[in-house]
């Protein structure tokens, strides 16, 4: 009797010590402090609201804070990647993400990025294949606003954006399309995320006297261009990215930014939106989640993050039936899972992830919004 006690006893460690390999570990790097938090505080907030298990399997997150340096994440994704992850979600900024797809190419870790520039996957290169992007290419948004533009009557456009990644990959964009419509850019200036004053750039900008101007900066650095421009008396129409789309935006810039054209996720007008739309009970979910609880709605940072969370849920078990978490086999195996989801909805939009296109949006990833007495509305 004495025997059968402890093979049972042994066969139970068994089972346990196997559960214990079985389980995904996934890192998840943010910018929960430094210039760009109110990007990285919802996004480290939503980890809370992430799946824990995907099919049979147990789900382990580890959260890092990269404080919006470059350096920082490099260095906390070697970190991760040293603990054994299986993939990666972050980190928050376009300048952050291109300084670790190498790394993460490398290790051949899955990194899904929650970040705005399509530079991240585009032009496809051998590392980027281990890069998935959980926000709207830049082309998706662009379309739609210069479609705006030319129902509307501009044929001059002034540009302004940020002297990194995202407001470069914004301008080349933004260039192509505006010239198959044909716009015109007539005047295009830079500046930092960190600047405190944009006047200079503001004058120039008005000097050129475009029909309107476009802002292509990400989170609280996308308001003082536009407050700027407002001061200096611009009386055109402004245009902004779904960069701007959060709630600061609106603390932030105040009257100053009432009339504001964007398109951005339909989660800044869900009541408006049609209950057809397959995004809007996961959008529906994750704010009411969120907002149980912190208090308060989240920005649309964080559902990028969120949207992270679906894709590994649904590509996890697909990549175990092939092998083990924790194995070199497995990631590479989740990596081609996540490449081939199809009609997923999350909160941004329908993910239909492809070799091609690792961002995988279509038009049902975006509304045209406005500004209207200091909330989103749908423009209609």
């Not at 520039?117 to 294949?129: D, G, L, M, R």
Request: aromatic share 6%; with cysteine.
């Amino acid at each position: 009797m004495a025997m059968k006690q402890k093979v049972a006893v042994l066969m139970a460690g068994v089972c346990v010590a196997l559960a214990a390999q079985a389980q995904v570990k996934v890192g998840v790097v943010t910018s929960s402090s430094g210039p760009i938090a109110l990007v990285g505080i919802p996004q480290k907030n939503s980890v809370a609201l992430l799946p824990r298990t995907a099919g049979d399997l147990d789900i382990e997150y580890i959260s890092l804070d990269d404080a919006s340096n470059p350096t920082a994440s490099v260095s906390a994704f070697k970190k991760l990647i040293g603990d054994g992850v299986d993939a990666i979600i972050g980190p928050s900024g376009t300048p952050n993400a291109m300084g670790v797809i190498q790394i993460a190419a490398e290790a051949q870790v899955p990194m899904l990025a929650p970040v705005g520039s399509a530079a991240v996957i585009h032009p496809p290169t051998e590392a980027k294949k281990w890069v998935f992007k959980t926000t709207q290419n830049d082309d998706i948004i662009a379309s739609a606003l210069v479609e705006h533009m030319s129902q509307t009557g501009v044929k001059t456009l002034g540009f302004i954006g940020t002297a990194d990644p995202f407001g470069e990959s914004w301008l080349n964009v933004l260039s192509e399309l505006a010239e198959g419509a044909g716009i015109k850019i007539v005047a295009a200036e830079r500046f930092q995320r960190q600047d405190t004053s944009l006047t200079a750039q503001s004058i120039k900008l008005i000097a050129a006297r475009p029909d309107a101007i476009l802002i292509a900066a990400p989170g609280s650095s996308s308001v003082l261009p536009h407050t700027t421009l407002v001061d200096q008396r611009y009386g055109g129409q402004i245009y902004q990215t779904h960069g701007a789309a959060l709630p600061d935006f609106l603390e932030l810039g105040g009257k100053k930014v009432e009339g504001t054209i964007l398109a951005a996720s339909l989660m800044l007008v869900m009541d408006e939106v049609s209950d057809a739309h397959p995004s809007k009970p996961v959008a529906r979910k994750y704010i009411d989640d969120y907002t149980a609880l912190y208090g308060s709605e989240p920005a649309t940072f964080g559902a990028n993050v969120y949207d992270a969370g679906l894709l590994l849920e649904a590509a996890i078990p697909v990549a175990a039936k092939v092998a083990e978490p924790g194995t070199a086999a497995f990631r590479v195996a989740l990596r081609d899972a996540l490449e081939n989801v199809r009609e997923l909805p999350a909160t941004q939009g329908v993910y239909n992830m492809t070799p091609e296109d690792h961002s995988g949006f279509d038009e049902r990833g975006r509304e045209l919004i406005t500004v209207k007495e200091g909330a989103w509305r749908l423009l209609k």
